[in-house]
């Protein structure tokens, strides 16, 4: 059974910075891609970010990218999300997953595994 579980989110001020880290529990880190994906209240579940398993590629939504960095530390079965010039639009659940797909991939349905989720809420 894999287990993934969230942690570093909170409240913060717009313009702030976060870091998320989802830790996988097992031997088998390194065969998944991990992604993450954000819910907003009323708001569907929106890609956020994923890396390949080895961490030499990654991906983002077009309205992270320049601001969030995804990376990941195989020795540690962790995977993280670090989230610079935070802003209120931000605000959601974050959770990651894991994916034994081949490629990268940005589609919800393509996980195989999910944390609970870490609020992250972003005020003005």
């Known amino acids: 059974q894999v287990q993934l579980v969230e942690s570093g989110g909170g409240l913060v001020q717009a313009g702030g910075s976060l870091r998320l880290s989802c830790v996988r529990s097992?031997?088998?880190?390194?065969?998944?891609?991990m992604g993450w994906f954000r819910q907003a209240p009323g708001k569907e579940r929106e890609f956020v970010a994923a890396?390949?398993?080895?961490?030499?590629?990654?991906n983002y939504a077009d309205s992270v990218k320049g601001r969030f960095t995804i990376s990941r530390d195989n020795s540690k079965s962790t995977a993280y999300l670090q989230m610079n010039s935070l802003k209120p639009e931000d605000t959601a659940i974050y959770s990651c997953?894991?994916?034994?797909?081949?490629?990268?991939?940005?589609?919800?349905?393509?996980?195989?595994?999910w944390g609970q989720g870490t609020q992250v809420t972003v005020s003005s």
């Open positions: 997953a894991a994916s034994a797909a081949t490629g990268l991939v940005r589609q919800p349905i393509g996980y195989n595994y």
């Open positions: 097992g031997r088998t880190f390194g065969n998944y891609i």
């Open positions: 890396i390949t398993r080895s961490g030499g590629a990654t």
